[in-house]
């Protein structure tokens, strides 16, 4: 949370367009709360806020078209109260939240499109309004490159014959409207605006890059896939920690059973639901062949798109199913898969007891109070930390040698005339002088403690 912070109080609308020191991950929340920042609430609030708001309009757009109204709670109980390791949706600095807002509100603009019978043109400004929608939720996070396709398919590929009704070969489903050249033209345009703003977004990004697309070695895929087998195994098998999860990934795979089972469909919710359910498949596959998850040990935390894609694909499915036993049986399969995983995380709430010696954003706010305007040097997450208790007068970066988010941050705290050491995980003790940045630094006084953290003037 604390880079989103940072970001917020002083967004710089070129180079902050990624969050610091990386190319992927599209800042959209503190983009968005520097809009508001003239409210006067904490920066922290702020950001906060306005999470939970996205992650609210997220949930009624993804479900706009879901009916009836309980499978609408049910999904928004699920979005809520997930199990632990797929909570990261609800997580400030995570772009879960952010890019499935941005997937929901491409298809509110295509649903609108669809219904829409007035103006030619304005028609058209609704269609371009969902393709560039969806562009930026590949800004938000580059995943959403890897179902664009199918979402393209979704819209064009029966009209591309210019007015003649077609039938989708992937997705059967008759489309009911007509495709002119200016619903051509404004879908072109769309995609290529939102192809120059990624490529403007991630020209403009600090030197400090990841690379989603990059593929994994061979060998460690084929480790990954093995470690995956054998995870999912574990769970079918009823031998992993939490019993839990083997009844919700049986409970999952006995409901996708029951939907396929009911071959007749009775609304526009099938190909939906089919879109949804080939792009989990889609993202997972990707997932597996990109570097970064492999580096960091194919956590669950990063098969949250695939998963809440499979899960919304098979709430569409439900709703489109004809009323009857089979329907009843999916979704009262359906209701205990959630319901047992808002009971995990009530029980293990993913920060309720780590151990973690980390102060919160109100005690850091409370250190900051007691010193005077300056910058603060030391690792990356005790500078920021301590700079995100009060951005306006704390400007904190990583001590020389660490990992760098943000230069100008860097050499904007290195002229400062008051900077204060934090000694944690840093110095055995604060020394009368020692060189950052090129600039001698004198110690100015006797080291102070607040809490944990060690701290010394140095000018």
């Known amino acids: 949370m604390v880079i989103p912070v940072l970001q917020a109080y002083d967004f710089n609308w070129r180079t902050d367009l990624y969050y610091w020191g990386q190319d992927r991950l599209g800042s959209l929340l503190p983009a968005l709360a520097h809009l508001f920042r003239w409210l006067p609430v904490h920066t922290v609030w702020l950001v906060s806020v306005l999470q939970w708001m996205l992650s609210a309009a997220a949930l009624w757009l993804l479900t706009d078209k879901l009916r009836p109204l309980f499978l609408r709670l049910l999904f928004a109980v699920a979005w809520l109260m997930p199990f632990p390791f797929f909570s990261w949706n609800l997580l400030v600095g995570q772009p879960y939240t952010a890019q499935f807002f941005l997937i929901g509100l491409s298809f509110f603009f295509l649903y609108r499109y669809r219904e829409f019978r007035g103006h030619a043109l304005k028609k058209s400004f609704l269609l371009g309004c969902s393709l560039f929608s969806w562009m930026l939720s590949v800004w938000t996070n580059d995943m959403s490159v890897v179902i664009l ?61 990841y690379t989603v697309y990059r593929v994994s070695d061979i060998s460690v895929v084929t480790d990954g896939l093995f470690q995956l087998f054998n995870e999912v195994t574990r769970a079918f098998a009823f031998r992993v920690f939490n019993i839990l999860v083997s009844v919700h990934a049986w409970l999952l795979l006995l ?7 009911s071959g007749r469909v009775k609304n526009e919710s099938f190909p939906l639901s089919n879109l ?109 930390l301590l700079s ?63 809490e944990y953290l060690e701290l010394c003037e140095y000018r």
């Not at 033209?185 to 890059?209: C, D, I, M, P, T």
Request: charged share 15%; aromatic share 16%; net charge positive.
């Open 255 to 261: 409901i996708l059973g029951l939907t396929f089972l």
């Open 149 to 209: 396709p199918l979402f393209l398919l979704f819209i064009l590929q029966p009209s591309l014959d210019m007015g003649k009704e077609g039938t989708s070969t992937v997705f059967r489903f008759r489309i009911p409207f007509e495709m002119s050249r200016s619903d051509i033209a404004a879908s072109f345009v769309a995609l290529l605006a939102g192809v120059f703003f990624l490529l403007f977004a991630k020209s403009q990004a600090y030197q400090f890059k």
């Open 276 to 384: 949804l359910l080939f792009s989990s498949v889609l993202t997972f596959f990707a997932l597996l062949f990109s570097e970064w998850v492999s580096l960091n040990s194919f956590q669950a935390r990063y098969f949250v798109v695939p998963y809440y894609l499979l899960l919304l694909g098979i709430f569409f499915r439900i709703c489109c199913m004809q009323a009857g036993r089979i329907r009843l049986a999916a979704t009262i399969a359906l209701t205990a898969a959630v319901l047992l995983s808002a009971v995990d995380s009530l029980i293990h709430y993913p920060w309720a007891a780590t151990g973690d010696k980390h102060l919160s954003f109100a005690e850091h706010r409370v250190i900051t109070t007691r010193l005077d305007s300056g910058a603060v040097l030391g690792t990356y997450w005790n500078s920021y």
């Open 388 to 450: 995100a208790g009060d951005p306006g007068k704390i400007t904190g970066t990583p001590k020389e040698h660490e990992p760098i988010r943000n230069y100008d941050r860097m050499w904007a705290a290195s002229k400062m005339k008051r900077i204060y050491l934090v000694k944690n995980n840093w110095l055995d003790s604060f020394p009368d002088t020692l060189t950052q940045f090129g600039r001698q630094l004198y110690r100015n006084g006797a080291p102070f403690r607040f």
